[in-house]
């Protein structure tokens, strides 16, 4: 099974796609009541066909034609884009998925828990990186050390977010 990802970019893109037919299919209907006689006025599209009718080659419309393939490639890249994977993989364990921020949380929990830390704090969360800031009273390098091992030992069976812990003196904010 694959992991976990957050709506790829074609997602947006078919939603565009999708109200720029709205509005054709609404200009369409309004066309054909106005052909039909339900309701006066005159037809926008015959009227865009005579405005455009005779027209000539030219920079404007060629720049026009460069502008419009871009965009196309651009949906055809976005189109097959990967989505971005929100979620790591719990080990070996068959369709098991935690966030960064539940393995962040489970990082600090672990940290503040060990021995000689005061308190443990989250100080950035990614996919690839999780920081941990311990603070500790005394001997922060043995704490943070401490901590370290407590977390990557709780922490082993997950490949990725890397984990690090950092230790701040009590009372001075790093």
Do not use: Y
Request: zero cysteines; proline letters at 5%; hydrophobic letters at 55%.
């Amino acid at each position: 099974m694959s992991s976990p990802t957050k709506a790829p970019a074609a997602a947006r893109l078919a939603l565009l796609v999708a109200l720029l037919l709205l509005a054709v299919a609404v200009v369409a209907v309004r066309d054909l009541a106005v052909t039909q006689g339900w309701v006066s006025g005159r037809s926008w599209t015959r009227h865009l066909v005579a405005a455009v009718d005779g027209t000539q080659a030219s920079t404007g419309l060629a720049l026009l034609g460069i502008v419009v393939a871009v965009v196309g490639l651009l949906v055809l890249l976005g189109a097959l884009w990967p989505a971005r994977r929100t979620h790591v993989p719990l080990g070996d364990t068959p369709d098991a998925w935690l966030t960064p921020a539940a393995v962040a949380a489970l990082a600090r929990s672990v940290a503040d828990r060990s021995a000689g830390v005061l308190e443990a704090r989250t100080e950035k969360t990614s996919r690839r990186r999780v920081r941990v800031v311990v603070t500790a009273a005394e001997d922060t390098p043995a704490a943070a050390g401490a901590a370290q091992r407590d977390v990557d030992a709780a922490l082993a069976r997950l490949p990725r977010p890397v984990v690090t812990v950092r230790g701040a003196r009590q009372g001075v904010a790093s």
